[in-house]
């Protein structure tokens, strides 16, 4: 029987299904090692862009602080400025810095902490009595005396704007409740996922399917966060798919705090133009005006709720939707108990409490923000002010710069008004600074002053008209042994005859002329005539020379019309000028710019005074004499009676051929004040000096604090009396006569009628007479050119002219004929040996330029007597 063989069963071959799972095995193994090198990846990606992580921050401004101290004058309105400035507001109690109460004439203000150039000062409590305009009974908190104490400084802005802008700040820094009520709106589990949260998807999901629609999204804080950072805004599967990976990756590395402060840091909460508002520290100061630490629960709730769409529920135009989500924000606070259902509903009953659009501007300041740039840039790129996010200091005094926007807004429409003329015709510009420290308090370019166009209080080179005027009689008054305050001037016509054959004749208001004037109303009525020939007889060059140690540095040209304000200058310079007046001839450089530190407030930089002195303090106490005048007698008269009388203002109207520019230079013993009106295209505007920019120099000057009393003469001056020709008046034997300052250096004649005693002369001349030994000089080293003329040659000069006049005048008595004559040389210089006559001079032309003396104001001397003692 023959045997079979048994064959072994063959394996089963694999079936489709296992060939797929295997296939699938290997893609998803594939698939894995793919994911971990994108993820690692990815990790590079995030981890060099976060460790290394600087925000590009524009450079922030902020004003100079307010230094309160025992004695300063202060006024109420000035001090509830200041506070307005740094959004202090009034309470019944102190809760919180940021605070001040008022209980009849008693303050207390709760200062906020804030970081100086010159490092930290913590928030503290001080009190002080503000009684008749000035500041006493400083005391702590403890009420322990104090001899000043400085509150913070307003932030007023940003340089160089556009772009995105934020205020960083810390974890530590973060209000709780801010933090809290982020998490409960935005992310409740936050403190619990791992980047990503499947329940909170899932919440997300419900919560959508019920309203059929999309009300509720299911990105985690640490997602959103990453959007900010990596991605754009565009909705797609791909980027969040990327967005949950990196959230992942991102609480791999950091911890919860760090988080919460980059999301409260990156947040997009608004738009202004072309700036970006990012992170809730800039975002409480742009919608509320305060630090992020000073929020209420209510402003808090409408800043979390403005992270949903900053700019579907802006406050300011869709005040309504705010109002909604605030609301609804408040009732998750109150779900979550973070604040108590009577404070749910107290705050829910409260208006939205923004600040006004436009005091939330970037650069609200422009003018003056234009000369901190100029100041900034030998020291700084733009790279650096764009994005290093420097600390800038500054001299801005929020109180003086609102007055004097006021002053120029309110000012120039009335003007417009009273005087019939179109409106919005007129433009303005004012600068006022500091007189010992040079300070810019205050700048405006525009009669809008916020508007960011043309800076004419530094840029709009206009001229001057009778505001060089004060130069050329400084002249005169630093050659003491010819020149003096009481020193008679013709103010008489004058013509000069250029080689071309154009006539110069300058005129005064009105076309009248007043004979002999003293120097000092011959300055204070702003007379033409006079100063065309006091000018000419000193000399083009000299008074040239003159205007450069007063600090000016524009084109000066070698003209006569320029003795009469032919001369270009901007307010700004103008400014520097009439402050070395004001200073007692020291010229201080004049800043906007304090110190500099860096995003850490560790002071970088620190800008100190500059100051020189090229003019004696002497004749320029004399000067400020005339210019006193000014506004006591001549053209700035109608200014007296709104001005405090117990403060020593002095100052020069200015008025352009035509009307077209009004200036006033003013000053007192402690600040200096510019304004200028005119209009853009160089037309007529009825104006003069007295009538227009004087009226708006006056309410600013009115309203701000200044020193009481008379100003101190330097050595080197003694006050004497001197009839209406100048002739010295002995009080022991003379009554009457005008007591004035005058030069040690100054020998003054005896006036005829006070010679009594003369009778006693051989008594003196055997026993002595200290009357007669010289008195106490200014030091030498101290004096400028023009000091130290001959007096034999002055009074030989003197007795020329006189017989000169008396030779040679004509049948008219009004020009003279023949004599001496000065000459222009080739360098455009008067040689000023001889005396100038009346006969024309061959000389260059301007044209000519009105005096400022009003017609009912133009008098004669002998009209002047009846105001002498």
Not at 167 to 174: M, S
Not at 402 to 428: F, P, Y
Request: aromatic letters at 8%; proline letters at 6%.
């Amino acid at each position: 029987m023959a045997s079979t063989k048994r064959r072994r069963p063959r394996a089963p071959r694999p079936g489709r299904l296992h060939r797929w799972l295997v296939r699938l095995g290997l893609l998803a193994l594939v698939g894995a090692l793919a994911l971990v090198a994108y993820m690692i990846y990815l990790d590079v990606q995030l981890r060099e862009q976060l460790d290394s992580r600087q925000y590009q921050l524009p450079a922030r401004v902020f004003a100079r602080p307010l230094v309160l101290r025992d004695g300063m004058v202060m006024r109420p309105d000035e001090l509830l400025a200041e506070f307005a400035a740094l959004n202090y507001r009034e309470k019944k109690t102190l809760s919180e810095p940021g605070q001040w109460t008022r209980e009849g004439m008693d303050y207390r203000v709760w200062r906020r902490d804030f970081v100086h150039a010159d490092g930290r000062e913590p928030a503290a409590v001080v009190s002080f009595r503000l009684r008749n305009d000035e500041l006493s009974n400083l005391r702590g908190e403890q009420g322990e005396p104090l001899r000043e104490f400085r509150l913070d400084a307003a932030a007023i802005g940003t340089l160089l704007g556009g772009g995105d802008d934020r205020n960083p700040v810390r974890f530590a820094d973060i209000p709780p409740l801010l933090a809290n009520t982020l998490i409960a709106v935005e992310d409740q589990d936050f403190l619990h996922h791992f980047g990503v949260s499947p329940r909170g998807i899932a919440r997300a999901m419900v919560a959508n399917l019920r309203a059929g629609a999309v009300v509720q999204g299911g990105s985690t804080i640490t997602q959103q966060l990453v959007k900010n950072i990596f991605f754009d805004h565009k909705p797609s599967l791909w980027r969040k798919f990327n967005e949950a990976l990196m959230a992942v990756l991102m609480e791999l590395h950091y911890d919860k705090p760090y988080i919460l402060q980059e999301y409260i840091n990156e947040v997009w909460l608004g738009q202004q133009g072309s700036r970006a508002i990012y992170g809730f520290g800039l975002a409480s100061e742009f919608y509320f005006q305060k630090p992020l630490s000073s929020l209420e629960p209510q402003e808090i709730a409408l800043l979390v709720g403005l992270a949903k769409g900053a700019s579907y529920y802006n406050p300011w135009r869709n005040p309504e939707r705010a109002m909604e989500r605030r609301n609804t924000v408040l009732e998750v606070m109150a779900e979550h108990g973070l604040i108590t259902p009577e404070q749910y509903r107290r705050y829910r009953a409260m208006p939205l409490g923004v600040a006004r659009e436009a005091g939330a501007a970037q650069n609200p300041y422009p003018a003056f923000t234009e000369r901190l740039l100029q100041e900034l840039r030998p020291y700084y790129s733009i790279e650096e002010l764009r994005t290093a996010g420097l600390r800038i200091y500054t001299t801005l005094a929020p109180s003086v710069q609102k007055l004097v926007e006021n002053a120029i807004s309110g000012g120039t429409e009335r003007l417009e008004k009273d005087r019939g003329l179109q409106a919005d015709s007129l433009q303005a510009a004012s600068v006022v600074v500091d007189n010992e420290t040079g300070d810019v308090l205050a700048m405006v370019g525009d009669r809008r002053p916020s508007y960011p166009g043309f800076n004419r209080a530094l840029e709009a080179r206009r001229q001057v008209g009778s505001l060089i005027k004060p130069a050329v009689y400084l002249t005169a008054l630093e050659r003491p042994y010819q020149y003096n305050l009481a020193t008679l001037i013709d103010d008489a016509p004058i013509r000069v005859e250029a080689a071309d054959g154009q006539v110069w004749m300058p005129s005064n208001f009105g076309n009248r002329s007043h004979g002999l004037t003293p120097l000092y109303l011959a300055l204070a009525k702003s007379y033409n005539q006079a100063s065309a020939r006091l000018g000419l007889d000193l000399g083009l060059e000299n008074v040239r020379q003159t205007i450069r140690r007063l600090g000016v540095q524009a084109d000066l040209p070698r003209v006569p019309s320029m003795l009469l304000g032919a001369v270009e200058l901007t307010p700004f310079e103008v400014t520097g000028m009439y402050q070395t007046f004001a200073n007692g001839g020291e010229t201080v450089e004049l800043r906007t710019l304090l110190a500099v530190s860096d995003a850490n407030g560790e002071q970088i930089q620190k800008f100190r005074r500059k100051a020189a002195r090229n003019v004696d303090a002497v004749p320029v106490f004399l000067l400020r004499y005339a210019l006193e005048q000014v506004i006591l007698v001549g053209t700035g008269d109608s200014a007296r009676r709104s001005l405090p009388g117990s403060v020593a203002f002095a100052g020069k109207t200015g008025t352009t051929n035509d009307y077209r520019d009004s200036w006033f230079a003013g000053f007192s013993p402690d600040i200096t004040a510019v304004v200028w009106l005119g209009r853009d295209d160089n037309e007529r505007t009825s104006l003069t000096g007295a009538t227009g920019a004087l009226a708006v120099w006056a309410d600013i000057m009115r309203k701000l604090p200044h020193r009481h009393g008379r100003v101190a003469a330097p050595r080197g001056v003694e006050y004497k009396t001197v009839n209406q020709r100048g002739q010295y008046m002995d009080p022991r034997y003379c009554k009457g006569g005008r007591n004035m300052p005058f030069s040690y250096e100054t020998r003054l004649e005896p006036a005829p009628g006070c010679a009594g005693s003369e009778r006693f002369r051989w008594f003196r001349d055997f026993f002595g007479d200290d009357r007669r030994q010289p008195r106490e000089l200014a030091p030498e080293q101290e004096m400028t050119p023009g000091w130290g003329v001959d007096p034999n040659d002055q009074r030989r000069q003197q007795r020329e002219r006189q017989l000169q006049e008396q030779l040679q005048m004509d049948d008219q008595g009004q020009q003279l004929n023949g004599g001496e004559r000065d000459e222009f040389d080739t360098q455009g210089e008067f040689d000023t040996q001889g005396e100038f006559d009346r006969e024309p001079l061959q000389l260059p032309i301007s044209e000519e330029l009105d005096s400022d003396v009003p017609v009912e104001e133009a008098r004669p001397w002998a009209e002047e007597e009846e105001q002498w003692p």
